[in-house]
């Protein structure tokens, strides 16, 4: 069997980011690697998942492939491959239903319905600040360099794209917008997000597999385990402790209908309405 070099450096990214994980003992859970992704989810369930990523009216129009997300995913073994077969299909719809409401242009009358429309974006509308954190000396921001949300789950903050790019391999902090011009490495910011650890917030892998151990504080604050506590980890501090948030209640529409076409139930906790954020 011969490589590419392209294949060889995806290869030993990939690597690396699975010993960093490995590492960090953020997946010391039941891991079968009997049932590869592109297996629980097919090329067809996918694109019925996402019936208008490709519409004309939506930007992010033929980026967001499925040979990127399946190449993306072999990164991160542990994504839809710990527990039973039901927590692994619960993962993966919990995880598309949260970047569909990042990335949705779905609306009330929408054809097929709202949540018919997730990965309609690729970059954030109108942003209301550069997300530049100069307090942080980690992961320094570059003049003329904007860390908007983008990508899947809207990846946003110097510290963010810094601290992606390293695990990734890519500049994120000089090139943040590889990450809205790049398929493959838009996903795999995404699932970066999804199974990294940041204290004090769990990572949103532990959480859907059941790995999750509230502290005292996540006790206090209500931050009980579920699809709720993972809206909490993306964007708590707007959305939580708001009974009926518009927000909340999208990305819960999409996970429903999502659990609907993996034939899983959702599970408890769907909200995050009475959780104080992180």
Same mark, same amino acid.
């Given at each position: 069997m011969?490589?590419?070099l392209s294949s060889c450096v995806v290869f030993l990214f990939c690597f690396n980011v699975m010993f960093y994980h490995s590492y960090l003992g953020t997946e010391a859970h039941y891991f079968s690697p009997i049932t590869p992704i592109s297996y629980l989810i097919t090329q067809k369930l996918f694109d019925s998942i996402f019936l208008h990523k490709d519409n004309t009216a939506c930007p992010a129009k033929n980026f967001y492939t499925y040979e990127s997300f399946i190449q993306a995913s072999k990164c991160f073994p542990r994504f839809g491959s710990v #527990?039973? +077969?039901s927590t692994r299909k619960r993962e993966i719809a919990a995880f598309l239903a949260q970047i569909s409401h990042e990335t949705t242009g779905g609306w009330a009358t929408a054809p097929d319905g709202p949540y018919a429309w997730g990965l309609c974006f690729k970059?954030? !509308?109108s942003p209301q600040s550069d997300y530049c954190d100069s307090s942080n000396k980690e992961w320094p921001c570059f003049a003329g360099k904007t860390y908007k949300g983008r990508g899947p789950i809207q990846l946003s903050w110097n510290y963010n794209y810094g601290a992606a790019g390293k695990a990734l391999g890519f500049d994120g902090l000089r090139n943040p917008d590889i990450v809205s011009n790049n398929s +493959? /490495?838009?996903f795999k910011t995404a699932l970066w997000f999804w199974m990294t650890e940041q204290k004090p917030k769990p990572?949103?892998? *532990?959480?859907? /597999? #059941? *790995?999750? !151990?509230?502290?005292e504080a996540d006790i206090a604050a209500n931050r009980t385990a579920g699809f709720g +506590?993972?809206? *909490?980890i993306i964007n708590g501090g707007l959305e939580c402790g708001i009974p009926h948030d518009s927000s909340v209640n999208d990305r819960i529409g999409y996970f429903q209908r999502y659990a609907t076409l993996f034939n899983v139930d959702t599970g408890p906790n769907l909200d995050c309405a009475y959780q104080k954020s992180f």
């Amino acid at each position: 069997m011969t490589f590419s070099l392209s294949s060889c450096v995806v290869f030993l990214f990939c690597f690396n980011v699975m010993f960093y994980h490995s590492y960090l003992g953020t997946e010391a859970h039941y891991f079968s690697p009997i049932t590869p992704i592109s297996y629980l989810i097919t090329q067809k369930l996918f694109d019925s998942i996402f019936l208008h990523k490709d519409n004309t009216a939506c930007p992010a129009k033929n980026f967001y492939t499925y040979e990127s997300f399946i190449q993306a995913s072999k990164c991160f073994p542990r994504f839809g491959s710990v #527990g039973s +077969l039901s927590t692994r299909k619960r993962e993966i719809a919990a995880f598309l239903a949260q970047i569909s409401h990042e990335t949705t242009g779905g609306w009330a009358t929408a054809p097929d319905g709202p949540y018919a429309w997730g990965l309609c974006f690729k970059e954030e !509308v109108s942003p209301q600040s550069d997300y530049c954190d100069s307090s942080n000396k980690e992961w320094p921001c570059f003049a003329g360099k904007t860390y908007k949300g983008r990508g899947p789950i809207q990846l946003s903050w110097n510290y963010n794209y810094g601290a992606a790019g390293k695990a990734l391999g890519f500049d994120g902090l000089r090139n943040p917008d590889i990450v809205s011009n790049n398929s +493959l /490495i838009a996903f795999k910011t995404a699932l970066w997000f999804w199974m990294t650890e940041q204290k004090p917030k769990p990572s949103c892998h *532990n959480v859907m /597999i #059941g *790995n999750y !151990v509230p502290t005292e504080a996540d006790i206090a604050a209500n931050r009980t385990a579920g699809f709720g +506590l993972v809206t *909490n980890i993306i964007n708590g501090g707007l959305e939580c402790g708001i009974p009926h948030d518009s927000s909340v209640n999208d990305r819960i529409g999409y996970f429903q209908r999502y659990a609907t076409l993996f034939n899983v139930d959702t599970g408890p906790n769907l909200d995050c309405a009475y959780q104080k954020s992180f």
